[in-house]
């Protein structure tokens, strides 16, 4: 083990010019010890014991994120680590493992009394030292944060896209084997001999039941009732393929008046051909009505992403409604309701006043707020969400509430601090709501929370003049 100088201190920037006196009593009252590699000189929630001096070799600092190692950095000599005067932090966020045998030099936390009381530049530097490190480490954290909720998105939207897209394939897939089987029913058609005005009749009598707006919904009574009627009919003319062609038929809206209605425009013989065309013409219909359908479903979740991630703004306040950002969040998290068995209770006051906001950080807090309503909801495997909107004079009020388990008391006055979670290891950083305080206070704003078994609110009170 090398010998510790107060020569060898002055050339860590952070305390070089601390008088050596004071160097030399950090040095007599530090504990010197070697870790050896793949040992660690700290464990995430474990006590802070003390202020470690790395003398030689490494350590890396990593945390457990989902099961999978982050790595935040890799300590070489002279870095300073641990505990630092005034600091809150009690237990370790994260493991400190020596990558090889490590010499450290640690002043334990018992010694920091004396050290404040009796040796003002050792403290001031180490102070200083605290702060640089808070700043930076919560950047970072932040940013790690926006990251681990942008997996989540993009998990969550990979699901809603995959959907609807996969829909489309298969309706397209349909819809070209569909129209493989067009001759045929076009050789029928054709050895039919129809005026043009019986072709104009049945047309516009097609399209005018196409274009019905208002089609009765069936119960499944109703509608197996429906097709045993058409049925009866089409097989009382000899309708080939009579059994898809009344099943279809009910699909939209079809009854026997309207089937009489083309009966009357058509030869005996010809009832079948020109029924089986019309059958043809709702087939290809309902496949180009899924695929609309689909691709309104894609191009929704892309508004969502683009309103949600305010793209192609500018990053000042704007003037918003708070509703759009509180229902693009939910459009993109739709999947964890469904996953989570959750029921969507809203209730919006559609007179609320805009307010100046930035969008995009406004939409971080409804993002961590619901998704932290949904995690508290998941152990019971299912759950109610309700979103409550309301004003005063002075105020909008948007109100998040779950039915889960509730927020201990114990703990209820930490949950903001920055990184105190309640999740395991890998599952949060404890960042989630400081950002969501941070982000409110920027707006002049405030959260309050309440807390009881079977009901949690969390309400953001926005100054309507931003």
Not at 89 to 109: C, N
Not at 288 to 304: C, F, N, P, Y
Not at 343 to 357: N, S, V, Y
Request: charged share 25%; proline share 4%.
């Amino acid at each position: 083990m090398n010998q510790v100088t107060v020569e060898w201190l002055q050339t860590i920037d952070a305390i070089k010019e601390v008088p050596a006196a004071q160097l030399q009593w950090m040095i007599d009252n530090s504990k010197h010890h070697v870790i050896p590699a793949g040992d660690f000189l700290f464990k995430a929630e474990t006590p802070i014991w003390g202020t470690h001096f790395i003398i030689t070799g490494r350590i890396r600092v990593y945390r457990l994120q989902n099961n999978e190692v982050r790595e935040l950095a890799v300590w070489p000599p002279r870095s300073i680590a641990g505990y630092l005067p005034f600091s809150r932090g009690k237990v370790a966020a994260a493991f400190g493992e020596a990558l090889e045998d490590t010499q450290v030099m640690s002043l334990p936390i018992e010694k920091s009394p004396e050290l404040i009381r009796n040796h003002f530049e050792l403290t001031q530097s180490l102070v200083h030292m605290m702060t640089d490190r808070v700043r930076e480490f919560t950047s970072f954290q932040q940013q790690n944060e926006k990251m681990m909720a942008l997996g989540k998105l993009s998990a969550g939207l990979a699901h809603e896209l995959n959907n609807p897209a996969a829909a489309i394939v298969r309706s397209a897939e349909s819809l070209k084997k569909h129209l493989q089987l067009e001759p045929d029913t076009f050789r029928e058609v054709m050895a039919i001999q129809a005026t043009p005005e019986q072709v104009d009749a049945i047309s516009a009598l097609l399209f005018s039941i196409l274009h019905e707006t208002a089609k009765p919904v069936l119960s499944l009574m109703e509608r197996s009732d429906r097709e045993d009627e058409l049925l009866d009919w089409l097989d009382d003319h000899h309708v080939a393929n009579s059994a898809e062609v009344a099943e279809n038929m009910v699909e939209f809206g079809f009854t026997i008046s309207h089937l009489e209605a083309f009966k009357a425009h058509v030869r005996e013989k010809d009832i079948s051909p020109v029924f089986n065309w019309i059958n043809g013409s709702l087939v290809k219909e309902r496949m180009v009505q899924d695929i609309e359908e689909a691709s309104k479903r894609i191009a929704t979740l892309v508004g969502s992403i683009k309103v949600f991630t305010h793209m192609d703004q500018g990053h000042d306040k704007q003037l918003t409604d708070i509703h759009n950002g509180i229902r693009n969040t939910l459009v993109i998290l739709q999947h964890r309701l469904r996953k989570g068995n959750v029921e969507l209770i809203e209730h919006f006051d559609e007179t609320l006043p805009k307010i100046k906001a930035l969008i995009g950080e406004m939409n971080q807090v409804w993002t961590n707020l619901i998704d932290n309503a949904l995690d508290a909801m998941e152990p019971a495997k299912k759950g109610v969400l309700e979103i409550q909107t309301s004003q005063d004079r002075h105020c909008v009020h948007v109100s998040v509430i779950d039915n889960g388990p509730g927020i201990p008391e114990t703990i209820r006055s930490r949950i903001f601090d920055p990184f105190f979670t309640t999740k395991g290891i890998g599952k949060g950083t404890g960042m989630g709501l400081d950002i969501v305080m941070q982000i409110v206070r920027q707006h002049k704003g405030n959260v309050n929370v309440t807390s009881q078994p079977g009901r949690t609110e969390f309400k953001v009170s926005l100054p309507i003049q931003g």
